[in-house]
Nanobody, 115 residues
Framework: QVHLVESGGGLVQPGGSLRLSCAASGSIFSDKAVGWYRQAPGKQRESVAIIFSGGSTNYADSVKGRFTISRDNAKNTVYLQMNSLKPEDTDVYYC?????????WGKGTVVTVSS
């Protein structure tokens, strides 16, 4: 199976920054799209950002201009740089990857934006 491990979450004040990491194992990482999703209690899980194998990206309107997704194929890692954080960004953030028709999720990393 593919294993995804998220890290980098924590507590930050509004306007601050965090960088999340998603480390993948068990697959050829470089030819796959990887996405970041987030979910708060009582809310639907939503897509935040996706990076494709060629490097192109898609962002949710709510984070466009503040978040940047990138990848380091040599390290099998995808990053989410989160700037100008807002309290509404408080969520559990999950990494997602599809390989051989199967969808894989990490266990999540918690981001709390609060003063």
């Amino acid at each position: 199976q593919v294993h995804l491990v998220e890290s980098g979450g924590g507590l930050v004040q509004p306007g601050g920054s965090l960088r999340l990491s998603c480390a993948a194992s068990g697959s050829i990482f470089s030819d796959k799209a990887v996405g970041w999703y987030r979910q708060a209690p009582g809310k639907q899980r939503e897509s935040v950002a996706i990076i494709f194998s060629g490097g192109s990206t898609n962002y949710a309107d709510s984070v466009k201009g503040r978040f940047t997704i990138s990848r380091d194929n040599a390290k099998n890692t995808v990053y989410l740089q989160m700037n100008s954080l807002k309290p509404e960004d408080t969520d559990v953030y999950y990494c997602n990857l599809v390989s051989a028709g199967m969808t894989y999720w990490g266990k999540g990393t918690v981001v709390t934006v609060s003063s």
